[in-house]
């Protein structure tokens, strides 16, 4: 009953087509994944290698993550944050965000509990509280051409659907800056955020994944640093895309202590911790020069910049967003009709580039699809050859049923029946 409760996953029908096509000889430019391209900086690999040549590195590790990484974890926030926190009782290290996520909602969910996810998310944020047995209400976000969420809006939604659930949520899921939109935040969206959970009495459980991944003087703003957060917050990081990381799996949780409790017992029934050796190695990360995320920050600043320029020129107008390792571009108009899934399997087949539709992430993403920067420049060049002359054709027929519906119209002015035909007609 509960695998009835997952639907196919989207990226799962985009992947299989991806692989159809380079066994058939096609060079696929991949944009349908975050998975970062560089390597991992060279003094976090040097100490994975040391601690992995001590015998005693070699057996059972700490569920909860080994104290100096505990130790890490607390004074990475003190440091960035201004945040005091306790090693020991609010902070966890975890496989990666998915793993948290997973296992923290396993511990926190009874049946039927309720929490709130805005829509568009990361899947794993709705699923992991729908595998443990719990529900999920959602509303659409909005964001201004910046990527700069509307606040307001926000919490007005926020509101209404604490009005219509029942019973009441027990739980808000945010994600900024947010995967897959980009959107952003002020400090003023916590400090509103914190107020309202102690007013209707919820806990929040903020992601910040891409908090470093920020561009033109943005700076991300943390939940843990407004003044009562943890009373009623946690909030995760992923060492995955600051630190080129992703394989190692290396995530945390920190802040209320009752929550980070709960996610350190269920993880001691489930599991013996990361290997010792990578946990070593995620403290040198956290603790060492920050000039690797300095340097990753700005090569996908650069791609970013490199991929608007060249897709605008082959017609794909796209707007630059103010942080994470993602592009959430729109659809263009005459091809809107399609949807992201049918759109991205075209994209595919025509013009050998994947990306990751939009319907994958919640109804919301539909008229959008998320490109991930993890493509050199002189392939991200290529795909926007690409996508020129696929575009161009799917212009061409798009004006084609139009102009086809049109000459149908006898006796009837089509000009205000169809205000779509005279655009095309225009730009023809």
């Not at 990226?11 to 159809?20: G, P, Q």
């Not at 399609?338 to 008229?367: M, N, Y």
Request: hydrophobic fraction near 40%.
């Amino acid at each position: 009953d509960r695998m009835k409760r997952l639907p196919k996953y989207v990226f799962a029908e985009v992947n299989e087509l991806k692989m159809a096509e380079r066994r058939a000889g096609v060079d696929v430019i991949d944009f349908s994944m975050g998975n970062p391209d560089g390597d991992t900086p060279e003094h976090i690999r040097e100490k994975l290698i040391e601690s992995a040549q001590k015998t005693k590195t070699h057996g059972y590790s700490v569920s909860k993550g080994i104290p100096k990484l505990l130790l890490a974890i607390a004074d990475w926030y003190k440091r960035r944050y201004d945040c005091d926190l306790d090693p020991a009782t609010e902070c966890v290290a975890t496989m990666g965000s998915k793993e948290g996520y997973a296992h923290l909602a396993y511990a926190i969910t009874n049946p039927g509990d309720v929490a709130i996810v805005p829509d568009p998310t990361y899947p794993i944020h709705e699923y992991s509280f729908i595998l443990a047995g719990g529900n999920v209400a959602k509303f659409g976000i909005e964001f201004d051409e910046d990527y700069k969420l509307n606040e307001d809006k926000f919490f007005e939604d926020l509101e209404r659907v604490f009005k219509e659930s029942s019973p009441k949520p027990k739980y808000v899921l945010v994600n900024f800056p947010h995967n897959p939109t980009t959107a952003t935040v002020t400090q003023d969206f916590y400090v509103r955020l914190v107020a309202m959970a102690k007013e209707k009495r919820f806990y929040i459980i903020s992601d910040i994944a891409y908090g470093d991944i920020t561009f033109d003087g943005y700076v991300t703003p943390s939940i843990m640093s407004v003044p009562g957060a943890k009373d009623v917050a946690v909030e995760s990081f992923t060492l995955s895309k600051s630190y080129n990381m992703a394989g190692w799996r290396v995530g945390f949780f920190v802040g209320n202590k009752k929550l980070i409790g709960a996610l350190q017992k269920i993880k001691s029934w489930l599991d013996y911790g990361m290997f010792t050796p990578i946990q070593d190695a995620a403290t040198i990360a956290l603790n060492g020069d920050q000039q690797c995320v300095k340097d990753i920050t700005e090569k996908y600043n650069h791609r970013q910049e490199v991929l608007l320029e060249a897709f605008d020129r082959a017609g794909w107008h796209i707007r630059k967003n103010q942080a994470s390792m993602f592009v959430w571009a729109k659809i263009p108009p005459y091809a809107e009709h399609l949807g992201s899934l049918e759109f991205s399997k075209r994209l595919l087949k025509e013009a050998s580039i994947a990306v990751a539709p939009g319907i994958g992430f919640g109804p919301h993403g539909d008229s959008y699809v998320r490109i991930a920067l993890i493509e050199n420049d002189n392939r991200i060049r290529q795909a926007a050859r690409n996508i020129k002359d696929f575009l161009k054709n799917e212009d061409r027929e798009s004006f084609d049923k139009l102009w086809e519906n049109c000459t149908k119209l006898v006796w009837i002015d089509w000009r205000e029946y169809d205000e779509d035909i005279i655009n095309y007609i225009e730009k023809i």
